[in-house]
Structures are given as structure tokens and as C-alpha cells.
């Protein structure tokens, strides 16, 4: 069973930074593609990052675009959500996921972490 914990969350000005990383657990991360989704009580959780097994390609959201930045480093088994110029919009509970399909859709991932909340304060 893969494992997946988040962390870095926490409370931020608006206009400033967190990363985000994603710890998963066995050898098998590298088969997986991974992704980051967020989800704010009473809404639907939305697609924020993928990024491919290799690390190649990465695919964000348009309201994410250009402020954050998915990466992965395979021989820690850990993904990566650089978030920058943070607004209280991106105030959410972020998930991390895992899958065998490079996609932008929910249900195409297999695994899911717990959360951690990040929280923008304006």
C-alpha cells in the first residue's frame, strides 16, 4: 500500500511563499505519476499540479499558473509544491496524490495523503 504524507502547511501573508513537499513511501514512487490537489470545506476539491514520473512534464492549473511550481526528487520519494506570490484564494487544504495515469482528474489517482492546510491571510 503506498503512503503518502504532506507537509509544510501553515499560515502565510498574502504575497508570500511556502513549499509544500509530499513524502511517499516505498521504492515504487517512481512508477507513480504524482499530483496536487486542494480542497476548501464546502467545495469541490480542485486539480492544482501534476507532474510525470520522470519529472519531464508538469501541467498546472490556470489559477496556479506562473505562482507555483510542481517537482519531484525520486531518490528521496518526495514531491514538491513550491507556492509563491500566495493569495487568500489559495487558502485550502492541500492533498497530494498518486497515480498511474498523468492526468488532471480525481479519480484517476490511486493514493491520497492526509492534507495539510495552508492558510493566506490578507
Known amino acids: 500500500q503506498v503512503q503518502l504524507v504532506e507537509s509544510g502547511g501553515g499560515l502565510v501573508q498574502a504575497g508570500g511563499s511556502l513549499r509544500l513537499s509530499c513524502a511517499a513511501s516505498?521504492?515504487?514512487?517512481?512508477?507513480?505519476?504524482m499530483g496536487w490537489f486542494r480542497q476548501t470545506p464546502g467545495k469541490e476539491r480542485e486539480f492544482v499540479a501534476a507532474?510525470?514520473?520522470?519529472?519531464?512534464?508538469?501541467y498546472y492549473a490556470d489559477s496556479v499558473k506562473g505562482r507555483f511550481t510542481i517537482s519531484r526528487d525520486n531518490a528521496k520519494n518526495t514531491v514538491y509544491l513550491q507556492m509563491n506570490s500566495l493569495k487568500p484564494e489559495d487558502t485550502a487544504v492541500y492533498y497530494c496524490?498518486?497515480?498511474?495515469?498523468?492526468?488532471?482528474?480525481?479519480?484517476?489517482?490511486?493514493?491520497w495523503g492526509q492534507g495539510t492546510q495552508v492558510t493566506v491571510s490578507s
Open positions: 516505498g521504492r515504487t514512487f517512481i512508477t507513480h505519476t
Open positions: 496524490a498518486a497515480g498511474s495515469t498523468y492526468s488532471v482528474r480525481e479519480y484517476n489517482y490511486n493514493y
Open positions: 507532474i510525470s514520473r520522470s519529472g519531464g512534464s508538469t
